[in-house]
């Protein structure tokens, strides 16, 4: 897989997942210091938000777009993914109220190596390409962009869209209430 960082093709480390793919579960740190796992089934319908850098523009702008938009999404878990240092990420969540979602690093580049998005040469070598990833309660990818560019915005819309319709869908099999009126 390539991106372009500033016109110039880079190549992406890692493996390469796609829609209808079960989502790899990845280690990242918390900003508290301990080890937590994305990704795979869980309670509720994840959004993987991978950041470069929250030192630049476009990744500052969109952490706090995306802080925004999930707000309406109270069964949501949403990560925001960096290699930043801890510090400086924990100094941003809080002068910038981020607060809709949880900010962590990918320390060992795990997430990064597992969902094929680290950067291998320039400017940007060992950080993460720019991506979302929405992972139902099942654990499967509904929803997958990469930016090809690195310093353009992913598609808002089409992301929240796609979380839309994965945090509705009704699990499947029976519920205590259908029983209950059969």
């Not at 790899?24 to 918390?30: G, S």
């Not at 869908?169 to 209950?180: A, L, P, R």
Request: one cysteine or more.
């Amino acid at each position: 897989m390539h991106i372009t960082v500033h016109g110039t093709q880079t190549e992406l480390i890692g493996k390469e997942q796609s829609v209808g793919k079960e989502a790899p579960a990845a280690r990242i740190t918390k900003l508290d210091g301990s080890q937590n796992v994305i990704g795979m089934i869980a309670p509720t319908v994840q959004l993987l938000i991978a950041i470069p850098s929250l030192k630049t523009e476009v990744c500052s702008l969109g952490a706090k777009k995306f802080n925004d938009l999930i707000k309406e999404f109270p069964k949501l878990t949403t990560y925001m993914i960096t290699t930043d240092d801890p510090e400086f990420v924990e100094a941003y969540a809080e002068k910038e109220s981020i607060d809709g979602a949880e900010l962590v690093i990918d320390t060992d580049r795990n997430f990064a190596k597992k969902y094929g998005l680290l950067i291998s040469e320039g400017k940007l070598k060992e950080r993460l390409a720019r991506a979302v990833y929405v992972i139902d309660r099942d654990g499967v990818i509904v929803y997958k962009e990469l930016v090809p560019e690195i310093v353009d915005e992913v598609d808002y819309d089409a992301c929240i869209a796609a979380v839309r319709d994965a945090v509705n869908v009704k699990k499947k099999g029976h519920t205590h209430e259908d029983w209950m009126s059969a």
